[in-house]
């Protein structure tokens, strides 16, 4: 949940920001139980909203336009937020914009201290997509390649849920991995040199779990000793593929701007390999700015999708419309939404 200032073509101001965190209420199942989601949902959003408004010292009369999003996602959790951002929008006699969950993520390191200028590559790294794109400005994204099978986060959590590292996996592996040799495990990394710009995750995910019943067969002790290096490798896997090819990506468009987004975006290894990377003047292609989302912004946020909407209908492509009828789109590709839909 969250309240953004817009002045003409000035970039968008984040007044205030909340969230309410679903992990602890999942930890117990493992991962997401979409029913659970919803109804928390529910429960949340109007306190939310309330804490929202108080912090930015505004009231619900102030807003001109709503925002919520529209896709893709959890066809009940984005019911939620679309009928609740519809009904608030009728009952302010004010305007509402459907926004894509995916360019929210594109769309956050605009709100960093370092804001990117377009046009840049953009690898889109969440629990559900691995993506390169070509962001030549609002709206205009252009597939460069996307993962045939898991996505990026997808592949940090299985692996570590394979390991025992609980739920979400992603930070528990890269934590665990400060402490171990990423050299340790000979560990594959898919379509490295496939010479697209496609990935794929789901061959490590396996490959980790036959060490880790390996170690286990050997012993438990023997499981324990070795968790570190394994998380070490496994996230050296996953990291080493995102850099070359996102770097495969800068050289084919000729782009000298790489932007960063998504919960994977807030991984440390990943960070420090691209900054590294980019930087090196000797690198074919040269030198190139890498920009990423606050950490607290890398996973899901409301100040993402408020800003997305602030850039939208600043950008001019999109109007805000009265709140009527609404729909979600549970299944939604970020490129299909590259021609005006107002
Ligand atoms: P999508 O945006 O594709 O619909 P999502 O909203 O579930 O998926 P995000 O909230 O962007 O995904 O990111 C969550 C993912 O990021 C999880 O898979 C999580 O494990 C991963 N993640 C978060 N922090 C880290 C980290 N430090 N290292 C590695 N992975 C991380
Ligand atoms: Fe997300």
């Given at each position: ?9 000035a970039a ?33 959003v109007l ?177 324990e000793a ?117």
């Amino acid at each position: 949940m969250a309240l953004v200032e817009t002045r003409d073509q000035a970039a968008p101001r984040l007044l205030a920001h909340a969230l309410h965190s679903q992990i602890a209420m999942h930890q117990a199942y493992g991962g997401v139980v979409p029913e659970l989601a919803s109804r928390d949902h529910i429960r949340r959003v109007l306190p939310l909203t309330a804490q929202v408004m108080r912090e930015a010292g505004h009231v619900l009369a102030d807003i001109d336009v709503v925002a919520y999003t529209r896709g893709p996602g959890l066809a009940g959790a984005l019911l939620v937020g679309a009928g609740v951002a519809c009904a608030l929008g009728a009952a302010l006699g004010k305007p509402v914009l459907g926004v894509h969950h995916l360019e929210g993520h594109l769309l956050s390191p605009f709100l960093s201290a370092d804001p990117p200028e377009f046009p840049f590559v953009a690898l889109l790294v969440s629990g559900g997509h691995t993506q390169l794109m070509r962001v030549d400005g609002v709206g205009q994204y252009q597939l460069l390649g996307e993962t045939i099978d898991d996505a990026a986060g997808e592949a940090f959590d299985k692996s570590a849920k394979l390991m025992g590292l609980g739920y979400p996996g992603g930070p528990a592996l890269a934590k665990l991995a400060e402490q171990g040799d990423p050299a340790a495990f000979k560990l594959p990394r898919p379509l490295l040199h496939s010479g697209d710009l496609d990935f794929s995750f789901a061959g490590l995910k396996t490959a980790v779990l036959t060490q880790s019943q390996r170690l286990r067969q050997v012993s438990d002790e023997e499981f324990e000793a070795r968790k570190a290096d394994l998380a070490a490798s496994t996230q050296a896997a996953i990291v080493d593929v995102l850099v070359k090819k996102s770097l495969a990506a800068l050289e084919t468009t000729g782009l000298k701007r790489l932007v960063v987004a998504g919960g994977v975006g807030a991984n440390k290894a990943l960070r420090a390999q691209l900054n590294a990377a980019c930087a090196n003047p000797r690198r074919r292609g040269g030198v190139v700015r890498v920009h990423y989302p606050e950490l607290h912004l890398c996973t899901d946020n409301g100040a993402m999708i408020a800003l997305a909407a602030a850039m939208r209908l600043q950008s001019g492509q999109q109007r805000a419309l009265p709140a009527a009828s609404f729909e979600v789109k549970p299944r939604w590709p970020l490129d299909a939404i590259t021609v005006a839909t107002a």
